[in-house]
């Protein structure tokens, strides 16, 4: 309960789920993974990788703060920000989420952040969100609409 009689959550009371990835071309993919974060918490933060820390897979075409401001008008978010560009755990120790909800195939060990976190005095849940299946035949990553680009267009 409230003392202002709406209901809502103060911010300050608010638990804050985190959510984090690179966010290139965004598709429903993505509106799942964060509309399935924000339902683990009150105020979701994402945190949108720099391109120098996406080391697994091809660099982002867009550029970084383009990727913030697409990701940051997305309903479920309340706060979009790039990353730290060395330390990942720099802004889970400003935020002090009670949630990271990491997406359903994003190649974080839940067990290793766990232990990060410990490491760190940090106490936060590591929760895994759930994969997107639409009813139609979607072309769901950001990868495979690039591939598509180049394949139909190049
Ligand atoms: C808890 C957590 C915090 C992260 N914080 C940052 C960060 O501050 N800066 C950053 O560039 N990447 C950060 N990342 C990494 C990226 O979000 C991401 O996992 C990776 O670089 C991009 O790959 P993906 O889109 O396949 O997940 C973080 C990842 C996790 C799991
Ligand atoms: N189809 C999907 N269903 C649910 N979550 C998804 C889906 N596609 C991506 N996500 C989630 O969105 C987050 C950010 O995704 P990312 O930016 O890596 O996009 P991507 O489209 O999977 O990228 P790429 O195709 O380059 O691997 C990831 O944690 C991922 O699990």
Same mark, same amino acid.
């Given at each position: 309960?409230?003392?202002?009689?709406?209901?809502?959550?103060?911010?300050? $009371?608010?638990? +804050?789920?985190?959510?984090?990835?690179?966010? $290139?071309? %965004?598709?429903?993919? #993505?509106?799942? /993974?964060?509309?399935?974060?924000?339902?683990?918490?009150?105020?979701?933060?994402? +945190?949108?990788?720099?391109?120098?820390?996406?080391?697994?897979?091809?660099?982002?075409?867009?550029?970084?703060?383009?990727?913030?401001?697409?990701?940051?008008?997305?309903?479920?978010?309340?706060?979009?920000?790039?990353?730290?560009?060395?330390? @990942?755990?720099?802004? @889970?120790?400003?935020?002090?989420?009670?949630?990271?909800?990491?997406? /359903?195939?994003?190649? #974080?060990? *839940?067990?290793? +952040?766990?232990?990060?976190?410990?490491?760190?005095? @940090?106490?936060?849940?590591?929760?895994?969100?759930? *994969? #997107?299946?639409? $009813?139609?035949?979607?072309? %769901?990553?950001?990868?495979? +609409?690039?591939?598509? @680009?180049?394949?139909?267009?190049?």
């Amino acid at each position: 309960m409230t003392g202002d009689g709406t209901g809502a959550t103060p911010e300050s $009371d608010a638990d +804050i789920v985190v959510a984090q990835g690179t966010f $290139d071309i %965004l598709h429903p993919g #993505h509106l799942h /993974y964060l509309r399935d974060a924000k339902a683990m918490g009150d105020r979701l933060v994402v +945190i949108v990788a720099r391109s120098t820390n996406v080391t697994h897979k091809a660099s982002p075409v867009v550029p970084g703060p383009q990727r913030r401001e697409m990701v940051a008008g997305l309903d479920p978010v309340d706060e979009a920000r790039l990353g730290h560009p060395e330390d @990942i755990f720099a802004p @889970i120790e400003e935020l002090d989420p009670a949630v990271i909800a990491l997406g /359903y195939d994003q190649h #974080h060990d *839940a067990e290793a +952040i766990r232990a990060a976190l410990a490491d760190r005095g @940090i106490d936060c849940a590591v929760r895994r969100a759930s *994969a #997107h299946e639409p $009813d139609y035949e979607g072309l %769901l990553s950001s990868g495979r +609409i690039v591939d598509r @680009i180049l394949d139909e267009r190049g």
